[in-house]
């Protein structure tokens, strides 16, 4: 089984945001100088508040907890949590959950997506927009990262060349755009401006499918394309499906840019593992997140909270 693992220690995050508190500077991180924030912070790499320590203390917990013992580490989180996911035996998990180092060991579970309402019914036109200057400028400069079934990048909702002003690359965003088969060379642009993704622990369970599920960006489903360009399409485009004609949408933020990190598929859902994998990497880069997606299970547990903290 694939287990979700929390460790005592915080995470980098939490020394990150100490660090704004305490220069009094509550936009520190809002501005786009996260990454930068920490690299000037001088930790040294015996520091207990750097990246690369957190990650060699979890493998050397592993290593002592399980002398001579099989185990696969699918992610190392230190950004949302202190922690890694492992596919390990039940019991193999209580060993690693009966470590003073741990503060919790949860099997990881199932999402199932959700979805989303229209400017129109958040009275956008009218209001917000109208402060922001218009549709063609409202949300310039934001950066939406959006955990989902990945984006369609031909979709003209998602084009840099539409806007009557144009979209420049915002200089803080550090984030990659993954090239494969399914997503080519060009997929990005100075609207879609990254995208990749994550499947550890589908692949650990031998349900992924390069194939049908698109080792890939690319939206195999429909709901992330439909999220993106809720929250963050180009204005006035217009909706046609079979030839009808439905009207011309536009997203909430419409000259937002967007950055696509793809954990969620269509024949299985996706699973908590790579979903914090995926925001955990979203820290890494100062963007807002659009995570559209409920636990399979109605139950409240410690395991849904560990998604629920972000």
Same mark, same amino acid.
């Given at each position: 089984m694939v287990y979700i693992v929390t460790l005592k220690q915080p995470p980098t995050l939490n020394y990150l945001v100490g660090?704004? &508190?305490? =220069? +009094? =500077?509550l936009s520190y991180v809002r501005r786009g100088k996260l990454t930068t924030r920490q690299n000037q912070c001088n930790c040294s790499r015996s520091d207990p508040h750097n990246t690369s320590y957190l990650i060699r203390f979890q493998d050397s917990l592993l290593k002592r907890t399980f002398k001579g013992e099989s185990y696969q580490k699918l992610y190392s989180y230190h950004y949302l949590i202190n922690g890694f *996911? @492992?596919?390990?035996?039940?019991q193999q998990a209580k060993k690693l959950e009966n470590r003073k180092e741990v503060t919790n060991v949860v099997p990881d579970f199932s999402v199932r997506l959700a979805t989303t309402h229209t400017p129109e019914f958040l009275g956008l036109p009218g209001g917000a927009w109208v402060i922001e200057g218009g549709p063609d400028v409202a949300g310039e400069g934001i950066v939406i990262g959006f955990i989902d079934t990945g984006i369609d990048p031909t979709h003209p909702s998602f084009s840099d060349d539409i806007s009557t002003e144009p979209y420049p690359v915002p200089p803080h965003f550090s984030g990659a755009c993954e090239i494969t &088969? =399914?997503?080519?060379?060009?997929?990005? +642009?100075? &609207?879609?401006i990254g995208a990749c993704h994550f499947a550890a622990s589908a692949i650990a369970r031998g349900l992924f499918n390069a194939s049908e599920d698109y080792a890939s960006p690319f939206d195999g489903d429909g709901h992330g394309t439909h999220t993106a360009s809720i *929250? *963050?399409?180009?204005?006035?485009?217009? @909706?046609i499906v079979a030839g009808h004609h439905f009207g011309n949408a536009s997203g909430m933020a419409p000259h937002a840019h967007i950055a696509v990190y793809k954990a969620l598929y269509k024949r299985f859902g996706g699973f908590a593992a790579d979903i914090v994998a995926a925001i955990d990497q979203v820290c890494e880069v100062p963007t807002?997140?659009?995570?559209?997606? *409920?636990t399979a299970a109605a139950a409240a547990s410690t395991a849904a909270a560990t998604v629920a903290a972000a």
């Open positions: 660090l704004r &508190k305490s =220069d +009094n =500077d *996911a @492992v596919f390990l035996s039940p &088969k =399914d997503f080519p060379s060009g997929s990005c +642009n100075r &609207k879609l *929250a *963050a399409g180009n204005h006035n485009i217009p @909706v807002l997140i659009s995570l559209s997606l *409920a």
